[in-house]
């Protein structure tokens, strides 16, 4: 890995063409670091591979009391609503918040399904659910093989879809490419809660919103 831009707040990497775990755990450790200092931090990393359970990387770094939101972009998989071509990524989603009782973390991609689950099913043989994925004519299906060779769908319609949407246009901000090489973009977003107001009052109403 190497860094490609730095400033007080920011940081780029290259990933090295690395395994996307390797790269985001090296990534996710320099965003703590530089938000320790600076109390805020956005901290990208492109030219590296699928990096699995997203939740893992803001986990990382929420329990240094921090806020933390991850964005990737993905290679193509999924179809517009109405399309029936692959244009997006699966394209997830993760944000971990600091409570007063440990953290609460979401981590979703913005597919209908995905596509680990689709190659787990054509193992064992298994239909996927309806309304999830496309055969390669367009049509949709409950067949695996046919799904992995036609496309995905978003999940919630046009909905998911824009949010896909906005996650690839900020993987093109990470480093992703329209070259279907490149597209994996990844993005950190990271504060001190303690910037907006009482970190300590903060944790402690999240946890009764829980």
């Known amino acids: 890995m190497k860094v490609l831009r730095e400033t007080e707040v920011s940081l780029a990497f290259d990933g090295g063409n690395n395994v996307g775990m390797l790269a985001l755990f090296h990534t996710a ?9 600076h109390g805020i931090a956005l901290v990208s990393v492109t030219d590296a591979w699928m990096s699995g359970r997203g939740a893992y990387y803001v ?6 009391g921090l806020v933390a939101i991850h964005t990737a972009a993905s290679s193509r998989l999924v179809a517009p609503p109405g399309g029936i071509r692959p244009v997006l990524g699966t394209n997830p989603i993760a944000i971990a918040v600091p409570s007063s009782r440990g953290l609460i973390v979401l981590d ?29 004519g367009g049509e949709p299906t409950r067949d695996p093989t046919a799904a992995r060779r ?17 996650m690839q246009a900020l993987g093109l901000l990470a480093g992703s490419s329209s070259d279907a090489e490149s597209e994996y973009g990844y ?4 504060f001190r809660p303690d910037l907006i ?3 300590d009052a903060f944790e402690r109403q999240v946890t009764h919103l829980i």
């Not at 596509?115 to 496309?134: C, F, I, N, S, W």
């Open 29 to 37: 450790q320099a965003t703590i670091k530089k938000t320790a200092a």
């Open 59 to 64: 986990e990382m770094i929420a329990k240094h």
């Open 108 to 136: 979703m991609g913005t597919s209908a399904y995905m596509m680990t689950e689709v190659m787990l099913r054509e193992r064992l043989g298994e239909l996927l659910p309806e309304g999830v994925a496309l055969g390669p």
């Open 150 to 166: 036609g496309a995905l769908l978003p999940f919630g319609g046009y909905k998911g879809f824009g949010l896909a949407l906005m």
């Open 187 to 190: 993005l950190f977003v990271a």
């Open 197 to 199: 107001g009482s970190a």
